[in-house]
């Protein structure tokens, strides 16, 4: 609870994350359009017309609803942005969520197994298993958005659960491909070589050659993926790049506010100069309305004085 509440309160509190939402208002509200237009297309060409699926099309066209309710949102200039900006990371997170279940129901219910098209070649069945497992896609949906810490690692982490618990039934339909098992084999022995070489402590090395079996080739595999490619890499990315952006807003603001001084010292400066101008004004204007006397004329009035006297 106290970790959920200090989350809550850095997002809350941290200016960085405002400005950075407000800026991604008007992009997000073309891309959830773009998005929900593209993937109702592909669902209506793909799933309904060519492998006659209209029930499972209607049921994967829920995410272009989703994604057709947040263009909605933002594009609500009063109230509609304002809410969006602030639970844009709450908002994205069931995006992802959504957008994991809805690659998974295609993947286990569709008429095209996507892995049939390995060709033998391990390379295209990684690449395969990265948009089986949905890993490609959390990963391209979080280096858009760039969600500010600790929002990005609660959604990776999340994300990378949801995966790993799914992870056995994704696998029984990756071994229904015909001819996966040698490139398979070929794959988990690519990625126990790479992981002999020294790596951070944060990428994960289950992939060894000790795995023979094809059922827990492919969930080291899919774990190596979801760990690694889909977890650490994005993460450790998006880390990169909020210090960047942060360093570069912070220097930004500073300037900002140096001219802001600048400007406020120019500008009490221009006051002080006025006053004194105004001063300088009155003064001259009570000695223009004050009567002139000549000599003669103060000579006429002495006289009268002592006349009168």
């Known amino acids: 609870m ?39 297309l592909l669902l209506v060409l793909k799933t309904w017309l ?60 569709g008429g095209v197994n996507t892995i049939d098209h390995h060709g ?3 390379l295209r069945l990684l690449g395969l298993l990265a948009g089986h497992t949905s890993v490609l896609y959390v990963t391209m949906y979080m280096l858009y ?32 491909a015909p001819g996966v098992e040698a490139p398979l084999g070929e794959l988990v022995s690519m990625l126990s ?9 944060f990428v994960p090395s289950m992939v060894t050659e000790l795995v023979k079996d094809p059922m827990q080739q492919c969930q080291a595999v899919s774990a190596w993926l979801v760990l690694a490619v889909g977890t650490a890499l994005p993460l450790a990315m998006l880390c990169a790049l909020e ?18 001084q600048q400007q406020e010292q120019q500008h009490g400066g221009g006051n002080a100069d006025g006053l004194e101008a105004q001063r300088q004004r009155k003064r001259r204007g009570s000695l223009a309305r004050a009567p002139l006397r000549s000599p003669w004329t103060a000579c006429r009035a002495a006289c009268r004085c002592s006349s009168t006297s």
Request: some cysteine; proline content about 4%; glycine content about 4%.
């Open 120 to 122: 033998g070649s391990a």
């Open 243 to 260: 210090r960047r952006t942060r360093r570069h807003w912070l220097a930004r603001r500073q300037q900002q506010q140096q001219q802001q």
């Open 193 to 201: 070589l790479a992981n002999s070489v020294p790596a951070p402590p």
């Open 50 to 109: 060519r492998e006659g699926l209209p029930r499972l099309a209607l049921l994967a066209a829920s995410h272009s609803l989703l994604a057709a309710l947040l263009a909605a949102l933002t594009a609500h200039r009063r109230r509609g942005r304002q809410l969006y900006m602030s639970y844009r990371e709450l908002l994205f997170f069931v995006v992802c969520l959504h957008c994991q279940w809805t690659t998974r129901l295609l993947a286990l219910h």
């Open 145 to 176: 958005a760039r969600p500010l810490w600790p929002a990005s690692g609660l959604t990776l982490a999340c994300m990378a659960a949801t995966s790993l618990w799914a992870g056995k039934r994704m696998c029984v339909r990756v071994l229904e």
């Open 2 to 40: 106290k970790l959920v509440f200090y989350g809550r309160r850095l997002l809350r509190d941290d200016p960085l994350r405002r400005a950075v939402n407000e800026a991604a208002a008007s992009c997000d509200c073309l891309a959830y359009v773009f998005l929900a237009a593209a993937f109702s």
